[in-house]
């Protein structure tokens, strides 16, 4: 491919530089750069917004932008700091205490981000739920972090089974006027009557931050656990990848339900002193590209479902907007299509930088650096201060070309530290030294790394990691379904579709009505994103002898391919 004649910053080093720092670099060192390093004692909310506020020629600068169709408005440093010390004296108040699980299950505000930063600050660990959950996956969240309290808002309210939860003590209602707040906390009324100053709790690097839940082939979604610890590589992958300098202004679009919307939307823009967008509401091709325009976004962070709709809706919407202020264009979550990266180069007139990683790696692994050159359909390469390698299944380095398990070193500063309460499930990702990440790639002779697919059954749509054994549990409590198995089938746009194979109940019969309530009753019961868009009725759902769907014969079947070994079917 060409790479673009356009004059973009090469970041702050060139391929030569790349290659000397992959060699020599390393964490203690970078460390070593953070004012804490000698006390050891931190806090990632001082970081990315106290230090920033107590600058003089920083403070005043708008930290967050946010927009949304009903309401726009903007906070600097200096003001983020002090909502944040506001809501961390109402933790305070009401008795939330380091290493506490506080939950956030609310639409993307800034009273969202206060309320975050306000429970960094007094040392609890910060768990943002996705706004589209629904009771079932709200539950089991609350239920394995036994949070003890939790932000919401009145709407959002409906889907916590509250009398269900022994261990959640305290809920604060954000935006409550008009309801009856006797049973929680008022958040206007609480902050109203709070300090603007607060004494951070400052906390060991390896002390608790935030936890996201994620899924993985079988069982309940696992919480992934990160520490303060995380902040040097959100720091320095923000400047390295992100190519980000104190005068940008930076769009991540994920929200901070998902990690890319905390490591990316909060830590790294923030920790790296740039204006940050947030955008709330739906989206659309337009309002994409109004948002890019309006604030004259620099840096924008995205993902390829994003891409290929805004490819689809076609390159005369792009050129209807001036988007001659975005320099620097980032991708991530699903396989970054070639066709994408080639469109974007007319459209926009610029390259689109790939980026892997997972909710467990915390931050960015494998990367295109601004001053790499693209190889479409690849990866990118390991960020310094990572080592990555195909592996086969024994933790055996395999040769270039060969394709096999996607690992990655042990001992880079944003792994998880835990799976909450399941140090099992924890260990079971590591062999050799090596974390395992569930992805098969291969690398090239030039180290780029080229993606694969999954080696397990978790299905990725939209770029949202979803879990086969969630929809099946959800569907077989569904009066007419039996037996069900779950598998991601290829679409164009979405990258997989969720698809369930359902047996009936005795005296159901296939109808469309029924499959229509089917799926709207995971819609609606689990979330909208893990709805099956197909369900297919069979007569039995294959399973080995020991009783495990075999998923790989359903998907076989659904795409017309040989089913490989079935030795292990049930008779
Ligand atoms: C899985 C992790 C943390 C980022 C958001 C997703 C897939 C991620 C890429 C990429 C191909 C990718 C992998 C990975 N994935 N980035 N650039 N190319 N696939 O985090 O929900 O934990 O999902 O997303 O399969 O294992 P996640």
């Known amino acids: 491919m060409e790479t673009t004649t356009i004059d973009v910053r090469q970041g702050d080093f060139n391929v030569e530089d790349v290659e000397t720092l992959r060699k020599d670099f390393n964490w203690e060192e970078m460390k070593a750069t953070f004012s804490w390093y000698h006390t050891g004692k931190v806090n990632m909310a001082y970081e990315a917004i106290d230090r920033h506020a107590e600058n003089p020629n920083k403070k005043d600068q708008i930290a967050l932008l946010y927009s949304s169709p009903k309401r726009e408005e903007s906070l600097t440093f200096d003001q983020l700091r002090k909502r944040s010390n506001q809501f961390a004296n109402v933790l305070k108040k009401y008795h939330v205490n380091k290493g506490d699980r506080v939950f956030l299950f609310m639409p993307r505000s800034p009273e969202f981000y206060a309320s975050f930063f306000g429970i960094l600050k007094v040392g609890a660990v910060a768990g943002p739920l996705f706004e589209a959950f629904m009771e079932q996956a709200v539950r089991d969240r609350l239920e394995d972090s036994q ?249 055996n380095e395999l040769p270039p070309y060969q394709m096999g398990n996607l690992a990655v070193k042990e001992g880079w500063p944003s792994m998880m530290r835990a799976i909450w309460k399941r140090p099992e499930k924890y260990n079971s990702y590591f062999i050799n030294g090596w974390y395992v990440s569930g992805d098969s790639a291969y690398m090239d002779e030039d180290g780029y790394f080229w993606f694969q697919g999954r080696l397990d059954d978790v299905i990725n749509t939209s770029g949202e990691r979803v879990g086969p054994f969630e929809v099946e549990s959800k569907l077989i409590e569904h009066h007419a379904v039996s037996e069900a198995g779950v598998i991601g089938k290829p679409d164009a746009e979405r990258g997989e579709i969720i698809k369930a194979f359902i047996t009936l109940n005795p005296g159901y019969e296939k109808d469309d009505a029924l499959l229509e309530e089917i799926r709207q009753y995971v819609k609606t019961g689990l979330s909208a994103h893990a709805a099956p868009r197909e369900i297919e009725i069979t007569d039995t759902i294959p399973k080995t002898r020991s009783g495990k769907i075999m998923r790989r014969l359903l998907k076989s079947w659904e795409l017309g391919l040989p089913t490989g070994d079935t030795s292990t079917l049930e008779e």
């Open 147 to 395: 949070a003890s309290m939790l932000i919401t808002t009145p709407e959002l309210l409906e889907r916590v089974p509250v009398d269900e939860l022994p261990d959640l003590e305290k809920i604060v209602l954000v935006g409550a006027t008009g309801v009856d707040v006797s049973n929680y906390i008022d958040f206007d009324h609480e902050m109203e009557g709070a300090s603007e100053s607060f004494d951070i709790e400052w906390v060991d690097l390896e002390d608790g931050m935030v936890m996201h839940y994620t899924s993985g082939s079988t069982g309940k979604p696992k919480g992934v656990y990160h520490v303060h610890h995380a902040m040097i590589q959100h720091y320095a992958t923000g400047k390295w990848v992100l190519d980000l300098t104190e005068d940008d202004v930076y769009w991540c679009t994920a929200d901070p339900g998902w990690v890319t919307g905390t490591s990316y939307g909060i830590f790294a823009p923030w920790l790296n002193g740039v204006t940050n967008v947030i955008r709330g509401g739906r989206y659309s091709p337009e309002s994409w590209y109004e948002t890019l325009a309006k604030y004259d976004v620099t840096v924008w962070y995205t993902a390829p479902t994003a891409l290929r709709k805004l490819m689809s809706a076609g390159k005369d919407i792009a050129k209807q907007y001036d988007l001659s202020k975005v320099r620097h264009i980032l991708s991530v979550g699903e396989p970054l299509n070639p066709e994408v990266i080639t469109w974007a180069l007319d459209a926009y007139d610029r390259r689109i930088h790939d980026t892997w990683w997972m909710t467990e790696t915390g931050a960015m692994l494998i990367v295109n650096l601004p001053c790499m050159e693209i190889r479409p359909g690849s990866m990118g390469k390991p960020i310094p201060g990572v080592e990555a390698s195909i592996i086969d299944d024994d933790g």
